[in-house]
């Protein structure tokens, strides 16, 4: 099977609506409070409106609201009986509002439910083609306006079939570029006869330059040493242009252009680091700007590193190390790994990373200007097969050398992207989400510790009343 299960799609995407369906409901509750809060104590002045409806809904589970008033049957004075038919109207008024108030934030919830559905699954479907001009230090006039395609986290496995593989291939041939740059996580399950087939489309990759890839934390996990066989030495792979970078380097020269020459830089995922998957490496930057790639599959060490002169791109699947590359002389690193944070409020775990995605400048105080860092959101990702406040792509980078950018205007676009923001998004108001969780809970602990106490307190009047009657007696 070529194409992913109805069953796992299924699994996965009702999964990725579920988080959906939460942020939802979340967002409905969070504008309500809103409202209550700025709008009906603040401005029409219902003191207290807001407080109300916490208590009702959280602490009270209701009770005060749900039960109708009790009639004493005992008393019949008229005054009684008017003042208890009133509260009974008061009840049933209230009643009639929380009904109508909870249709309507159900309608809410639906309707953003499906329109974030609906647009989670056509950004997981859909992937945009970024077209970005970045200047590289110590780039040679020769090579300026190179193009460099790129595209990270195919994920081919279990929500990527064959359709998905042709689609890229077409895509990125489509761009005409000089080479293709594939930075890790295109494979996404252990190499049988299916993942054979449904990679096979990469074969097709064509550019002047060459097509590279590293691999990723999912090749590592899933047996990097039948990814290595299967693109090295297997047909169609091995007969293709296709050419896997593990902490080694190749030049790329602009179709033998006179003066055009720079250092790509493919590098191990840094999951090799743990020890932890069998037959995984470790990144070894000393390692790679020595060892450059040789025919068919080999590796030649050069003995003295790469050029100092020649620009020098990094493919790195786990945008970490940013600093220390743009100090090694690196100027631009290419990364995906991080899908853009995939569906919301996951993206708060993208804290750690050097970038999240787009495009991001490292000044380390280099005579040769910043160097930059551009992350790919991926073309597929992993797991449900939604995008909720992320976007699937892939890119088309112009290379462009410091000067000529500056005398024709231009600078990089280093606008934060709608993951970015996100992340950001998700770290101020998650704690808030919780501390807002915490409050009715603790006020409904104190609630019943008071309600404990009260009865505590009746218990013992009821005994020393017996005592004392006893006494009298």
Known sequence: MVEPSFFIKLTYNGFGSLLVLICSIWAMDALYLAYLF???????????????????????????????PSVDTTVQSGDFEEETVDDNKAHD??????????????????????????????????????????????????????RLAMASDLHVGSMAGIKDAEWMVEKLNGLEPDAIALVGDIGDQPVNNVIRDKMRPLASLKAPDGVFMTFGNHENSNGIAGFRKLLREESPFAESSLTILENEHAILTKENTDGCSIALIGMADWSGKAGIYSDAVAPDYEKAIRSQHGPNGSTIDAGEPVSSDLPMIMMQHQPHGMKQAATDGIGLQLSGH?????????????????????????????EHGPSYLFVSEGVVGWGPRLRFLSQTDIALLTLRTPEAMKEEGLVP???????????????????????????PFCCWLRKSSCSDDEEDFDDLTLKVKEELQDIDL
């Not at 108030?101 to 056509?122: D, F, G, H, K, M």
């Not at 853009?340 to 105080?365: K, M, N, R, W």
């Not at 934060?416 to 992340?423: D, E, G, L, N, P």
């Open 38 to 68: 700025l709008v009906a104590d603040k401005l029409q002045g219902r003191k207290g409106a807001a407080q109300d409806w916490w208590y009702r809904n959280i602490l009270s589970n209701n009770e005060t609201v749900n039960e109708p």
């Open 93 to 146: 008024t209230k009643q009639a509002e929380n009904r109508r108030s909870a249709r309507v934030r159900l309608a809410i919830i639906l309707v953003l439910y499906i329109w974030w559905t609906t647009w989670s699954y056509n950004a997981g479907h859909n992937p945009n083609t970024l077209e970005l001009s970045i200047p590289v230090p110590r780039l040679p006039p020769q090579c300026d306006g190179y």
């Open 413 to 439: 676009d280093l606008s934060a992207s709608v993951a970015t923001i996100a992340m950001y998004f998700a770290i101020v108001i998650l704690p808030i989400s919780v501390l807002m969780c915490l409050v």
């Open 338 to 366: 991080t899908h853009g944070g995939q569906i919301f409020p996951q993206h708060i775990t993208l804290l750690g990373y050097d970038g999240i995605s787009g495009l991001a400048e490292f000044d380390v105080g280099s």
